[in-house]
T-cell receptor, first 113, second 112 residues
């Protein structure tokens, strides 16, 4: 079992759909992150949660809505996305928000049609 | 100017070659430097972590930081086909992950 598990691994959704990405970490970490990875662009940090509290939101459009019910689980709710939102969405965790060694999941490939 | 520059490649080398992967940066405050390896359709995995200047070695991998030149390198000795992946550099001025700045990654192909 990997330390950070993401589901689904692949998702195709229409622009009017509502879907969610799920992340679970088995490392006992207190901080969790959502990143977006697009072709030929650096990783973009979207959200940071520390002990279930959102501590950072990097100007992400409201069509992306994160949820962190406990320190092991993180969701990204998706609603009325655009084709340019197609990307690899990576969940990550770290021991706490003050650490810079983060551990990534395998990612969820999202295609918006 | 991008804060972190990384040649996207692809870089193709024969098996057994020494590989040099590099990043340059503009923020002189950066002092934490990381290399991640990302296989196709997988998430990045932490490969090397260094603080400030100097070298760090781990098996076939050596990370080198030259803060005076704002330049970091990852060397891979005796490269193997299993090293074929995209290598991302990442760096920050503080010890917090939310302040990490990533490069775009260099795709490496090690051929038989």
């Amino acid at each position: 079992e990997t330390g950070v598990t993401q589901t689904p691994r692949h998702l195709v959704m229409g622009m009017t759909n509502k879907k969610s990405l799920k992340c679970e970490q088995h490392l006992g970490h207190n901080a969790m992150y959502w990143y977006k990875q697009s072709a030929k662009k650096p990783l973009e940090l979207m959200f940071v949660y520390s002990l279930e509290e959102r501590v950072e939101n990097n100007s992400v459009p409201s069509r992306f809505s994160p949820e962190c019910p406990n320190s092991s689980h993180l969701f990204l709710h998706l609603h009325t996305l655009q084709p340019e939102d197609s990307a690899l969405y990576l969940c990550a965790s770290s021991q706490d928000a003050g650490r810079n060694t983060i551990y990534f999941g395998e990612g969820s490939w999202l295609t918006v049609v | 100017q991008k804060e972190v520059e990384q040649d996207p490649g692809p870089l193709s080398v024969p098996e057994g070659a020494i590989v040099s992967l590099n990043c340059t940066y503009s923020n002189s405050a950066f002092q934490y430097f990381m290399w991640y390896r990302q296989y196709s359709r997988k998430g990045p995995e932490l490969l090397m972590y260094t603080y400030s200047s100097g070298n760090k070695e781990d098996g076939r991998f050596t990370a080198q930081v030259d803060k005076s030149s704002k330049y970091i390198s990852l060397f891979i000795r005796d490269s193997q086909p299993s090293d074929s992946a995209t290598y991302l550099c990442a760096m920050s001025a503080t010890g917090t992950a939310s302040k990490l700045t990533f490069g775009t990654g260099t795709r490496l192909q090690v051929t038989l």
